[in-house]
T-cell receptor, first 112, second 113 residues
Framework: GQQLNQSPQSMFIQEGEDVSMNCTSSSIFNTWLWYKQEPGEGPVLLIALYKAGELTSNGRLTAQFGITRKDSFLNISASIPSDVGIYFCAGQLKAAGNKLTFGGGTRVLVKP | DVKVTQSSRYLVKRTGEKVFLECVQDMDHENMFWYRQDPGLGLRLIYFSYDVKMKEKGDIPEGYSVSREKKERFSLILESASTNQTSMYLC????????????FGSGTQLSVL
């Protein structure tokens, strides 16, 4: 199946910092999605992107659908402790029956 | 709010046992999915179903089967559990079609000893 490379695998955040993570693919997607998973819970959708070049915000989160349709990034501005969790990117392709392909996840932790 | 309920949060089973993981959704969703989550590998699709009695293999179906006898319930079956099936299992559902939001259950952490 398709592969999504998500980086970084983990990161430490300091309150107030801006952080970013990205996903790249060897092939194109029609839709890019970003999910967050908190401990003991399933992933929850944060942002959905439907067009190449699209930039969408949800509060302090901003995500972009890459122009080549093979990548996406997520920014978190002014991070706060409750931003900790695992963030997943996912690509969706109509030709593949709209199945989602997930990246490996970025684990966000707070600097002690 | 959509609720996707997985019957067990934690399960411990022995090698060779038959294991059933149950998932129920309460929003009349057509599509249901089973994923497994492993560190660094993200979520990988095991099986999915677009309607009652229908099932399709995902990316890693080996060692698993599924059952969808009723629209609201999607069961994952491990016919003979093995240690490499120790993982977090996530069930998800969506109304149907492209662009529809996927709702996840809280997951079942399965340990096979």
């Amino acid at each position: 199946g398709q592969q999504l490379n998500q980086s970084p695998q983990s990161m430490f955040i300091q309150e107030g910092e801006d952080v970013s993570m990205n996903c790249t693919s060897s092939s194109i997607f029609n839709t890019w999605l970003w999910y967050k998973q908190e401990p003991g819970e399933g992933p929850v959708l944060l942002i959905a992107l439907y067009k190449a070049g699209e930039l969408t915000s949800n509060g302090r989160l901003t995500a972009q659908f890459g122009i080549t349709r093979k990548d996406s990034f997520l920014n978190i501005s002014a991070s706060i402790p409750s931003d900790v969790g695992i963030y997943f990117c996912a690509g969706q392709l109509k030709a593949a029956g709209n199945k989602l392909t997930f990246g490996g996840g970025t684990r966000v932790l707070v600097k002690p | 709010d959509v609720k996707v309920t997985q019957s067990s949060r934690y399960l411990v089973k022995r090698t060779g046992e038959k294991v059933f993981l149950e998932c129920v959704q309460d929003m009349d969703h057509e599509n249901m999915f089973w994923y497994r989550q492993d560190p660094g590998l993200g979520l990988r699709l095991i099986y999915f179903s677009y309607d009652v009695k229908m099932k399709e293999k995902g990316d890693i179906p080996e060692g698993y089967s599924v059952s969808r006898e009723k629209k609201e319930r999607f069961s994952l079956i491990l016919e003979s559990a093995s240690t490499n099936q120790t993982s977090m299992y996530l069930c998800a559902s969506r109304l149907g079609g492209a662009g529809e939001k996927l709702f996840f259950g809280s997951g079942t952490q399965l340990s096979v000893l």
